[in-house]
């Protein structure tokens, strides 16, 4: 069942403590989108029988803020890209949810909702332009985490900084898009290379931000190789990386339910030892 966005978005947001649930987001491209090929649009959403709300379609891209309490705020940012195959958004799942949990850690968290369906060039311009628009914000720390197509696409936020994806609009577009660290948790689309080599447009190299990947062996949907190959391109550039590869955890599965669900404890400490 479709659903109008306001409806679903209070309906999947849950008030903590530790996250205060700012209620507008921000219009990513107020003025032209690059690329568009719709007018902006609300984007068209539903709830599945599994408990997750769904983006099937982003015309308009924007940013949901999620922010730790006074007590709790560090002054990073880190922007959260859900995943869904560059299809679909598994937007409560792979977003809100994660966003309340960085926000619990004192991170500002802002929820990326980039273009879908089948449009990655869009995508990254959203990213990109995501990453200027928090830096733009005050942040002088912006991160990076995504689930699946969403790991796909902070990966190449992360290896494609230097090689802008859009024409500069405005004073937000002068400012860096190389983010400062990233999170790939059970990443897709990493090894499109031949014979599973790494994806050819990533380019890694010693300048690549510090990188954080969580797969699992049996993950058999999109992503088992990829956390593989990007880790050794990491290691081969001379790129900071942390791996962690479990035999079982599958994929999908968010801050839900599974083996899987060692990640969250594995970040935090992770995010501790950068500067």
Not at 33 to 52: C, F, H, R
Not at 62 to 91: D, H, R, S
Not at 187 to 199: F, M, V
Request: glycine share 8%; with cysteine; hydrophobic share 40%.
């Amino acid at each position: 069942m479709k659903r109008p966005l306001f409806a679903a978005l209070v309906a999947c947001t849950i008030m903590t403590a530790q996250a205060q649930y700012v209620n507008k987001p921000i219009d990513l491209w107020p003025k032209d989108i690059p690329d568009a090929k719709e007018a902006k649009a609300a984007p068209v959403t539903q709830m599945g029988k599994d408990k997750v709300l769904r983006f099937d379609k982003v015309t308009c891209p924007t940013l949901e803020i999620f922010e730790p309490t006074a007590e709790a705020k560090n002054g990073k940012a880190v922007i959260v890209c859900p995943g869904g195959a560059y299809n679909i958004l598994a937007y409560d799942k792979e977003g809100q949810e994660v966003a309340k949990w960085l926000a619990g850690q004192g991170y500002t968290a802002y929820v990326l909702a980039y273009r879908v369906p089948k449009n990655r060039l869009g995508a990254l311009q959203d990213a990109q332009r995501a990453i200027r628009t928090v830096r733009h914000r005050g942040f002088q720390k912006v991160g990076i985490i995504g689930f699946s197509a969403g790991a796909s696409l902070s990966c190449r936020a992360a290896t494609l900084w230097h090689a802008p994806a859009y024409e500069p609009q405005d004073e937000i577009d002068r400012l860096s898009c190389r983010p400062d660290f990233g999170m790939l948790i059970y990443p897709a689309y990493l090894d499109e290379g031949p014979e599973h080599t790494l994806t050819p447009e990533l380019l890694v190299s010693s300048e690549t931000p510090p990188l954080f990947v969580f797969g699992t062996e049996d993950d058999k949907s999109y992503s088992g190789p990829s956390s593989l190959t990007i880790a050794d391109a990491m290691q081969r550039a001379g790129a900071p990386i942390e791996l962690h590869y479990l035999t079982k955890g599958g994929h999908g599965y968010g801050m839900r339910t599974g083996a899987g669900l060692i990640w969250p404890p594995l970040a935090e400490q992770w995010l501790k030892t950068l500067k």
